[in-house]
């Protein structure tokens, strides 16, 4: 990968000041990032592995594998809160990494927080990587997961009627794509689902996807080559909504949500609007958007007051959300609500 190539952006209407230093410093990224997808792979484990690289005493980690789809092996990495006993609510955690990277030799930052933080049982599932295993490989292994959780709920010390699904990025939209699988194939029901700064549209469409040019983090035309490397470059116009979740034309009878934005973020908009579908849909909607910050902003700066602001925030939902654990929303069930929050300038809640 190469971080060596001098930066000349773009002007910014606004960067949160406690991130503008680590933005400042911040090399241009290749238009096509996937061109070389060694390297990008390579340096997504050099920026985590000081996160990485002490153990984490508030979980414990162990390792096993179930059958795919397609007779494939799907390796996971269950965790579990340091010290508990008992039947726990679950997590499916899906990581980011634009559906070719983000796997990581133990489990990430985001997975080991969700565990501690919501006091539940999380599965972070290694599911296939593009270019080598497009669509739908990855999202089916994801599927798999969720009915293997269920299905061995008993021996993982989790309440099957109490999972959510959550992820970033690419597994933000693995997530939704998900919940919409269960919805349509009666799969085990998901309690409610966190789609962090989500991929949802690969039409790039967006005045976002146009205005984010920044060659310093992910920008419009990264989020193509993106979606040319999960779906292939000669895709036809008829691509399925479990690929891209945007394209569902009904999001009714969908777990209650957690989305959540950011200001600087290509994907900005396609989140925005996906939000206000849920919630047209009856499915209720939280909502949180973080000015000033770029897509993935936690991984470069996680202590910074957004970083930390953001995180304790999505965490609060997803412990609210598997403490009342309600019946998967139904079609003509109650009302939707939307709760809107933004991070200011000065990172309040």
């Not at 230093?21 to 997504?44: H, K, M």
């Not at 592995?49 to 795919?68: I, K």
């Not at 920008?219 to 470059?233: F, I, K, Q, S, V």
Request: proline letters at 11%; one cysteine or more; hydrophobic letters at 40%.
């Amino acid at each position: 990968m190469d971080t060596t190539t001098p930066a000349s952006p773009p002007a910014h209407p606004w960067v949160h000041p406690e991130l503008a230093g680590v933005l400042a410093g911040l090399p241009a990224r290749p238009e096509n990032p996937y061109a070389d997808i060694a390297g990008v792979r390579a340096g997504f484990a050099a920026l985590m592995a000081p996160r990485m690289a002490a153990p984490d005493p508030r979980v414990t980690v162990r390792r096993t594998s179930f059958r795919g789809p397609d007779g494939n092996t799907v390796d996971v990495q269950v965790l579990r809160p340091a010290g508990t006993r008992g039947v726990l609510p679950g997590v499916l955690y899906l990581h980011g990494g634009g559906f070719a990277y983000g796997e990581l030799a133990g489990p990430s930052p985001m997975a080991r927080d969700a565990c501690a933080a919501a006091g539940a049982v999380v599965v972070n599932v290694h599911y296939r990587l593009a270019p080598e295993h497009r669509y739908p490989a990855g999202v089916e292994d994801c599927y798999a997961a969720l009915e293997w959780m269920a299905a061995t709920a008993g021996d993982l010390g989790l309440d099957a009627a109490r999972i959510a699904v959550t992820g970033a990025s690419a597994g933000g939209c693995l997530s939704a794509a998900l919940c919409l699988m269960a919805r349509d194939r009666q799969g085990p029901p998901i309690v409610f689902q966190g789609l962090l700064i989500p991929c949802l549209d690969d039409r790039g469409r967006t005045a976002s996807m146009r205005r984010i040019t920044d060659p310093r983090y992910t920008n419009g035309a990264g989020m193509r080559h993106t979606w040319d490397t999960y779906l292939g470059p000669d895709r036809g116009p008829d691509v399925p909504a479990y690929a891209a979740p945007a394209r569902a034309t009904d999001l009714g009878g969908l777990p209650p949500a957690y989305v959540l934005t950011c200001g600087l973020d290509p994907l900005r908009d396609e989140g925005l609007d996906y939000a206000r579908r849920l919630v047209e849909a009856d499915v209720p909607v939280e909502l949180r958007d973080v000015p000033g910050a770029w897509h993935l902003f936690e991984a470069y700066a996680p202590e910074s007051e957004p970083a930390r602001r953001t995180t304790a925030h999505w965490l609060g939902a997803l412990r609210t959300a598997l403490e009342a654990a309600p019946d998967p929303v139904q079609p003509g069930g109650p009302s939707a609500a939307v709760r809107v929050s933004a991070v200011p300038g000065g990172g309040g809640k």
